[in-house]
Structure formats: C-alpha cells, structure tokens
C-alpha cells in the first residue's frame, strides 16, 4: 500500500521550506532536500511512520552536523 497520496504529493514541501530558510547561506536546497528525504526513510526504518516534526528534527540534525563538518574543513 502506498502512504502518498494524490491529495498530498508533497508531505514535507513545508518542512524544507523551513529549513532551506533555516540554513540559507549554509547549504544549498538540494542538500535540505537529500537531507529530508534521508530523515524520512530513516525515520519509517526506525518507528515505521514518518511524521512531518519527526522528519524536520531528523533532517535538522543531519544539516547542523554537516555544517559542522564543513567548518572544520574549513
């Protein structure tokens, strides 16, 4: 059965709209959404359900460590 329906064919356009908003200037929105996408799947591997809040905490996480990353890379 598949959970994406028609009547929402985007389920987390808002959470990466925040968050390209929340890490402009640090991450492209490419990376917001690999980063979603990844905070998704990893989120119905762990509790088998993704909901929006879950996948926004998840795919901050991932940004904030990535920028951290390419800080001391520098």
């Known amino acids: 059965m ?4 028609e009547a929402d064919p985007m389920p ?3 959470v990466e709209a925040v968050l390209r908003d929340e890490f402009a200037g640090v991450h492209s ?5 690999r980063c ?3 905070a ?3 989120a119905l591997e762990v ?3 993704a909901h ?4 926004e905490r998840i ?10 990353v390419a800080s001391e890379r520098g």
Not at 2 to 5: G, Q, R, V
């Open 2 to 5: 598949n959970e994406h329906t």
């Open 12 to 14: 987390y356009a808002e």
């Open 29 to 33: 929105s490419t990376t917001v959404t």
């Open 36 to 38: 979603v996408e990844a």
């Open 40 to 42: 998704h799947y990893g």
């Open 47 to 49: 509790t088998g359900y």
């Open 52 to 55: 929006p809040s879950l996948v």
């Open 59 to 68: 795919a901050r996480k991932h940004l904030h460590v990535l920028a951290l």
